[in-house]
């Protein structure tokens, strides 16, 4: 008997492999190393059993039977079952045999029975209907009305828009009556309707539903469903709902009236990229002739955030049939931005993708906004509503809404340079996104471009930061500082100056200015999740511990089911020595992404080796390198573990490498700089024996080299490098080379003295108090 884990997992290749015939069991078990040797030895065992039941019917023969039915013939066949006609008192049904499900244990067998209760609840003329279930030799079977018509994949592009609302609009309201009766079905998609003569759509396959106290046969997380058909809740591995199947009507309409899927990518891991970002072409732009008002309900009914999209399937199709009556509809991004913080859920893909730079980018715009003479106050309201509503959808991830609400700017003041602006950097990330075009960051400035109707003057605020952003998505962060800070300078009160300044500094390692500015951001948007994560990345990096946790638990308490918030979470318990919270804080995290993810790994390993389980954690980092050579994280932490336990030829030799992929590593430099001025010799056995048994390790002279780097580097900014400085400086013979730095570091610094100053200054009256002694 397998175990539950694995039973999943047996399930989720029978999945993948309805879907993916040419799957292997050596290409499927890759992906779970743990499981990786057992799982191959039953996934081979299954297959060999599902060769028992070939791709053809056998040549004529005597027909069998399942159960009291007569088999006819086979109508198609897959990893988890075959559907066969059959016939039973002279009428025709369909019945899907699971010969898979006893392979998988008495758990499966147990859902099985519960989903065929779930099932025989349903009663609706557009789904089709169970008749019967049963068992032959143990085996499952679900016997149903045998449907005759077409596929309702075979009529994309075919139809005219009116016909194809009209049949989502009968199916919406078939899946209405499904979820009334607590079923979802989770895998709705063209290939699972069929359209009788007459016309009306039938909703086939409930082999995958899910009751609200179901789970199903091949409940597998972010494998269950056909991917270019999956909601974005799916392939992130969280709960179906009723709007994953409002979701999956919103790709099949999108289908009908476009001719083409949403996500057409090729391969199934840019179909899952397309997925995770909501990214899709908008629907008019494929196929210019469906209404605007459609447009809306697609992109509504396709939002990234399932709670944007319908309240029901019910309200769905009451939209449709509004626009079939030539009445307004009622969708629209719903929200205001004030509400951002409570429900913004943007795409990990899209962050990954775009980073700070797009927030900065259209948080900005908003501050632009031209309100135009001429209009009157009803229209200028709605210009600011729409407005707010497409930088709300942007800043969720969800560029089609977006393009839809600023289309709508553009209808009252076409003029509008935000509108104009934003749309123009959509396009490029949302080409980039869908695989059709390469994402140029030059082609995103609107203002900067030849066409005066759009130039701002070169020295004005508005041309400052538009020259910021450029330099801000190509990395160079340094002139993005400085633009902004022009732009300030010229305009202090422009509202997100703050944002744009503590976001350039962020990535400069400038954490003082950016705490100072990001503060002030978060006053003027105190909703933004985005604001309050970068503000507990920098207070941990000051070391703030305690306002690092209040900020990063602010923002797990809006987006539990974000990972770099426990990421960062991790990390500040681990500087600040909690190693109890920073174990749970790292479970939480890998949870939400993956066991093997190396990032977590680094930080588990981390917090075991200050634990004290130093062999444990040694073994996972590496682990880690063998895997990734460049891993320079895990290659220092595996250093700091060798030099706790005096191993010093291995400490520096992991030291070494991390400088060759990091050269200034101010952390790995520091660590090299105490190792080569004795460390604790003197106070210490196991240094006084390491350096006995290895005397060349100790060299002043490359020490002063590698504190002397470490200084100029991190200039008071590195709490590391602060605590270790002095202890490595008094155990140098000669330190006039470390004093003239730190006047000429404290000395340049004509502003009011930072923090970092503060602490180079400390630095240095202390070693001229000890140069008097």
Request: aromatic fraction near 6%; include cysteine.
């Amino acid at each position: 008997m397998i175990d539950a884990a694995l039973e999943e997992l047996v399930a989720a290749y029978l999945a993948h492999k309805e879907r993916e015939p040419v799957l292997t069991p050596e290409k499927f078990a890759a992906e779970f190393p743990t499981r990786r040797e057992e799982l191959i030895e039953i996934l081979h065992g299954l297959n060999d059993v599902l060769d028992l039941f070939p791709e053809e019917p056998p040549e004529p023969g005597p027909p069998g039977s399942i159960g009291p039915y007569r088999i006819v013939r086979e109508i198609g066949r897959g990893g988890m079952g075959v559907v066969y006609e059959v016939t039973r008192d002279g009428a025709r049904f369909a019945l899907k045999l699971l010969p898979m499900a006893p392979l998988l244990g008495e758990r499966a067998m147990g859902r099985f029975e519960r989903e065929r209760e779930a099932l025989h609840r349903l009663e609706h003329p557009n789904i089709v209907r169970i008749v019967d279930s049963g068992f032959d030799d143990r085996v499952p079977y679900l016997v149903m009305e045998l449907v005759e018509g077409v596929s309702l994949g075979d009529l994309a592009g075919g139809l005219a828009w009116r016909d194809a609302v009209e049949l989502v609009r009968a199916l919406a309201v078939a899946v209405q009556s499904a979820h009334d009766a607590g079923v979802i079905h989770r895998d709705v998609k063209p290939q699972n309707v069929i359209v009788r003569d007459d016309a009306s759509p039938v909703l086939l396959d409930f082999g995958l539903i899910a009751a609200e106290d179901v789970e199903s046969l091949t409940s597998t997380g972010d494998l269950l469903g056909t991917p270019r058909y999956m909601a974005p809740e799916q392939v992130e591995g969280r709960a179906a709902g009723p709007c994953t199947d409002i979701h999956a009507l919103g790709l099949i309409l999108y289908e009908l009236t476009t001719g083409e899927p949403a996500r057409r990518q090729e391969s199934r891991e840019r179909v899952l990229q397309a997925v995770r970002a909501g990214a899709f072409a908008r629907p008019r732009r494929r196929n210019a002739e469906i209404p605007a008002e459609l447009e809306k309900i697609l992109l509504t009914a396709l939002a990234l955030n399932p709670q944007r999209r319908f309240a029901s399937a019910a309200a769905l199709a009451e939209d449709l049939q509004r626009l079939v009556d030539g009445v307004p509809v009622s969708a629209s991004p719903p929200g205001a931005l004030v509400r951002m913080g409570e429900k913004c859920r943007r795409s990990p893909a899209k962050a990954a993708a775009v980073g700070l730079s797009i927030l900065l980018g259209i948080l900005v715009l908003w501050t632009l906004v031209d309100r135009p003479a001429g209009v009157t106050s009803e229209e200028r309201a709605r210009l600011e509503r729409f407005l707010e509503q497409g930088i709300e959808a942007w800043l969720d991830g969800e560029w089609p809404g977006s393009q839809v609400a600023l289309e709508r700017v553009l209808e009252i003041d076409a003029g509008n340079d935000t509108a104009r602006l934003l749309l123009a950097w959509m396009a490029v990330d949302s080409a980039a996104a869908i695989g059709e075009g390469d994402g140029d960051v030059e082609g995103r400035s609107v203002f900067s471009s030849e066409d005066e109707s759009h130039r701002f003057e070169p020295g004005s605020a508005a041309r400052l930061l538009d020259d910021g952003f450029r330099h801000f998505e190509k990395g160079a962060f340094t002139a993005a500082l400085t633009a902004f800070q022009q732009a300030a300078a010229i305009d202090r009160e422009f509202p997100l100056v703050p944002i744009l300044v503590g976001g350039s500094a962020m990535e400069l390692g400038r954490f003082e200015l950016a705490e100072r500015e990001l503060i002030a951001a978060r006053g003027r948007f105190p909703g933004s999740h985005r604001i309050a994560e970068d503000l507990g990345f920098v207070f941990m990096e000051l070391g703030k511990g305690s306002e690092a946790v209040k900020e990063l638990r602010h923002v797990i308490d809006i987006r539990p089911e974000a990972t770099r918030p426990w990421k960062l979470l991790a990390k500040t318990y681990e500087r600040m020595g909690d190693v109890e919270a920073g174990l749970e804080a790292v479970g939480s995290a890998m949870t939400l992404s993956s066991e093997n993810d190396p990032e977590m790994l680094t930080i588990y390993a981390t917090l075991l080796d200050k634990q004290g389980e130093r062999r444990k954690a040694r073994k996972i980092l590496r682990g880690l390198l063998e895997e990734d050579g460049d891993n320079a994280d895990a290659r220092f932490r595996l250093g700091i573990s060798l030099d706790y336990d005096h191993l010093i030829v291995e400490a520096e030799q992991a030291y070494r490498e991390v400088l060759a992929l990091r050269p200034r590593s101010v952390t790995a430099i520091i660590c090299l700089a105490n190792l080569y001025s004795g460390a604790d010799r003197g106070r210490c056995r196991g240094c006084d024996l390491a350096y006995a048994e290895h005397p060349e390790f100790l060299d002043l002279k490359r020490a002063e080299r590698y504190l002397l780097d470490a200084l100029e580097i991190s200039r008071g900014r590195h709490e590391s490098v602060n605590s270790s400085a002095l202890d490595i400086a008094l155990r140098l013979e000669d330190r006039r080379r470390v004093v003239g730095l730190l006047e000429r570091l404290t000395a340049r610094n004509d502003e009011e003295k930072s923090k970092a100053v503060l602490q180079l200054e400390r630095l240095l009256r202390r070693l001229r108090v000890a140069e008097g002694e």
